[in-house]
């Protein structure tokens, strides 16, 4: 137990490092936030002690706003021998992070008309032919590829066991032997074989070496300077094995993903992932897609079983405490990875780490919960609307054409409306005010005109009706 007791000495006493050089001027105003500086301080006590106590090597963070990473921070090491402390900058394989690599590439080809989501595999890779799992299932769509519903295994064979993972041609030839588990579109399955798939229709349409390809399409263009596919690098952060009974870790080799690439390959570090992330969140200007087409990627198409999660193109999802969350998760031999964005905020994290057991979705939940929730108010305080004591004129009761009843209710400088029907009055549909007498509804669900406007029609000093979207309701006195 002596080497385990020096280790997370040492842990303890490595310093957290924050990054960049330079900060832009508006990330520099979010991160000086008193609330965020509050927050960081919190994570960074709870993370210091997830390390301790569990004897992680090191753990590189961020969060990120819309176009920037306004905090990063290393904790423990690199390298636990070498005391090489962790950093923004330390890279590491960021496993199945790739899969949202291999989904844009995928929708930059359809935006030139090069495929469609809904294009049959055969279409592209004629030799794609495999046992279906029941007599009549319908051909796999690349669609279903990159949204877990293809019904294809997991792997492509014992990779994870023999870190020999296998080449393009091993990669096809494997095909023919192989049975679906499931029917497409029958359940979410996840599957690195379908993406491996993906990643050979990119190669075949386009015609470049997936690597190559990404390269030049993505990473180049984003300017994530230390991403890489499946090559060695002197900046890799050491990977361990989860941590054994007597407390010491395994150095694990590099392992190259090979025919898997597109699934699980790729190199990077929290200062390009940040990039990636913005562009993600950017809908105008330079990008490697469209706006539509980042739509779509983030759009759900398949969820889980117990539709708490699920994935649209590339990207996963994951419903927390009422809220929506994009990104994807990511293990490999000595590496786990984690990002994850709430698109409305406009706030994303990067967790990575260098072990297996480490749980980097629990960091990045924590991470969310703390500094990315204190840099979403930062970034965006909401501003008290101005209230006018006049509006509560408004309140009453409003019938429509079949005669189902609406209250407005007159809250604390709030209104709100409530029909009859209403399963519970904790469910609000507010009146946000506009100015002018005007207001935009605004609810927690997609259902009846929200998002438009509302209005009051008034007569000689009385109101009258209330205008909701294309429609109106007449006030009444009595009900």
Do not use: C
């Amino acid at each position: 137990m002596l080497h385990r007791t020096i280790a997370l000495a040492l842990l303890l006493a490595t310093p957290a490092l924050a990054q960049p050089a330079t900060t832009p001027p508006a990330a520099a105003r979010i991160a000086d936030n008193p609330e965020v500086q509050a927050a960081a301080r919190l994570f960074s006590a709870w993370l210091d002690g997830q390390i301790a106590y569990r004897g992680l090597p090191g753990v590189a963070v961020g969060v990120v706003h819309d176009q920037q990473l306004v905090w990063s921070q290393g904790y423990g090491f690199a390298d636990i021998a070498a005391k090489t402390p962790m950093t923004a900058d330390t890279r590491f394989r960021i496993a199945s992070n790739s899969k949202l690599f291999a989904a844009i590439a995928i929708l930059q080809l359809r935006e030139q008309g090069k495929l469609r989501l809904d294009d049959p595999v055969e279409k592209h890779l004629p030799w794609f032919r495999m046992k279906p799992a029941g007599p009549d299932d319908g051909p796999i769509t690349i669609e279903q590829l990159l949204s877990h519903s293809s019904g294809l295994q997991r792997e492509a064979g014992d990779h994870w066991s023999s870190f020999k993972f296998p080449t393009e041609a091993e990669l096809k030839a494997l095909m023919a032997g192989r049975r679906a588990a499931y029917a497409p579109q029958t359940r979410w399955k996840y599957s690195n074989l379908a993406f491996a798939i993906a990643g050979l229709i990119v190669e075949q349409v386009s015609g470049k070496r997936w690597a190559d390809y990404v390269d030049a399409n993505i990473i180049k263009p984003l300017g994530m300077t230390a991403t890489s596919i499946d090559k060695p690098d002197p900046g890799l952060a050491t990977p361990y094995a989860s941590r054994k009974p007597d407390g010491t870790r395994r150095v694990l080799p590099f392992v190259d993903a090979k025919g898997m690439a597109a699934a699980t390959g790729m190199t990077s570090n929290v200062n390009d992932l940040a990039r990636f992330i913005s562009a993600q969140l950017r809908r105008s200007g330079p990008n490697v897609l469209t706006a539509g087409s980042w739509r779509e990627a983030l759009r759900v198409r398949s969820v889980d079983e117990d539709w708490e999660s699920g994935s649209g193109l590339g990207f996963d999802h994951e419903r927390l405490k009422g809220r929506t969350y994009v990104g994807h998760g990511g293990g490999y031999p000595g590496n786990t990875t984690m990002t994850l964005t709430q698109v409305d905020d406009k706030v994303g994290v990067i967790v990575l780490t260098n072990t297996n057991d480490s749980n980097p979705g629990d960091i990045a939940n924590q991470l969310m919960a703390t500094v990315g929730n204190a840099v979403a108010k930062a970034a965006n305080p909401k501003p008290t609307p101005a209230w006018d004591p006049a509006w509560a004129r408004f309140a009453g009761r409003y019938i429509g054409a079949s005669d189902g009843v609406t209250q407005v209710v007159l809250m604390n400088r709030q209104l709100v409306l409530l029909p009859a029907t209403a399963r519970a009055a904790e469910t609000r549909t507010v009146l946000e005010p506009l100015g002018d007498g005007r207001f935009r509804l605004a609810a927690p669900t997609g259902g009846g005109p929200v998002g438009e406007i509302v209005r009051f029609e008034e007569k000689d000093g009385k109101v009258t009706r209330m205008v909701m979207g294309d429609g109106w309701s007449d006030r009444i006195d009595a009900w």
